[in-house]
């Protein structure tokens, strides 16, 4: 798949989230790159310190990192559609990770 498509699927899953929680996302940063250099089959991954770590000495840090892996997430998906359904599920299990929100609770939630 093109790049900037892949893209556009990403803003359009993150469009799609309910208002409320982009307002409450904090110094962090969506990106794409093509695949997880030490997991290739990696989807998504959450780097930083998650809304409910942070204490009143946060401040002055780079952004949070929200990567999605374009490669691993189009070699998983047989078309179009079910890529997009992917993606959009990629994007909120990496933004619940951001609002401190850990993997088992995902997992019983449907957003694994």
């Not at 179009?80 to 850990?102: K, M, P, Q, S």
Request: net charge negative; with cysteine.
């Amino acid at each position: 798949m093109d790049p900037d498509r892949f893209a556009e699927l990403v803003g359009e899953a993150l469009d799609e989230l309910p208002a409320e929680f982009l307002r409450a996302m904090d110094n962090v940063v969506v990106l794409v790159e093509p695949r997880h250099p030490e997991d290739p089959e990696l989807l998504g991954l959450y780097e930083g310190v998650a809304l409910t770590d942070r204490t009143s000495d946060y401040g002055g840090v780079l952004p949070d990192r929200i990567t999605l892996y374009r490669d691993a997430l189009v070699e998983m998906c047989a078309d179009e559609d079910e890529l997009r359904d992917e993606v959009a599920v990629t994007v909120v299990h990496e933004i619940a990770h951001h609002f401190g929100i850990d993997d088992a609770t995902l997992h019983r939630l449907g957003w694994a």
